[in-house]
């Protein structure tokens, strides 16, 4: 298999996805807990003003470490001109050759984009409706992302009518105590930020403390994974060729 399909099986399995938003806490201790938790892969958005200078960084120090960018732009000349702004802006060409593993983003991605960048990379675009998730899904995107505040969207677009077709991250409020209604729901990963899992803590938090939470957040999915995915709960002894027959929705592999 590829080394696209061998970031898309840790992500999935792995289940949760840490976000890196724009916080005061540490980036590289950040990193580093998560690590320490056992994550094979994170989610550093453009949001957080070190983007680009802790992106390189990531890949240089944690080769091994599957690196999803956050809120990606597929648009360069918007990307140049919010620039002026947002100093820390990338665009997902200079992401690709920095060779990070996906993109995930707040838009929608065009069809030319998608079909560009997913035969190499996981693409997560975000979908405001079952059919713009449809046809993200059909033109190779790899999870179509929606928010945890629209779960009724996320079971109708896990309705049998729709032929159980779409894989879905859904991020937004996902508390260890909401993980498992997001799951119900037919949410197969789920992503939180460390302004929701770090609340309230003190910027100075020791490394150990964080990486207690992210083990947290680790338990509470796999926990509702086991009660409702109990078919992708425990894959790990799954050849790649079973473990994707056991997926419950559309993959591209």
Known sequence: MSLLFEAYRAVHEQGFLPIFVDDEFDSKMLVEACVAAGMKGIEYTLRRRDADKMIPWIRETYPDLYLLVGSTIDNEKIVAKQKRKYPQLLTVAELDAMGVDGFVSML???????????????????ARTRNEAFYQIGWGAHFAKMFGSELDMVKQSRLSAAFD???????????????????????????????????????????????????????AT?????????????????SDRQWLDALPHYHPF
């Open 108 to 126: 929608g991605w065009n069809r030319e984009s998608i079909e560009k960048y997913a035969p190499s990379r996981i693409v997560m675009p975000f």
């Open 165 to 219: 077709y779409c894989p879905i991250l859904v991020t937004g409020g996902m508390t260890p105590q909401r993980i498992p209604e997001a799951m119900e729901a037919g949410a197969v990963l789920i992503a939180t930020g460390f302004d929701l899992t770090l609340k309230g803590e003190d910027t100075n938090i020791p490394a150990e403390k964080v990486t207690e939470v992210m083990k947290t957040y680790l338990a």
């Open 222 to 238: 796999k926990a509702a994974r086991e009660k409702h995915w109990p078919e992708i709960a425990s894959t790990e002894h799954l």
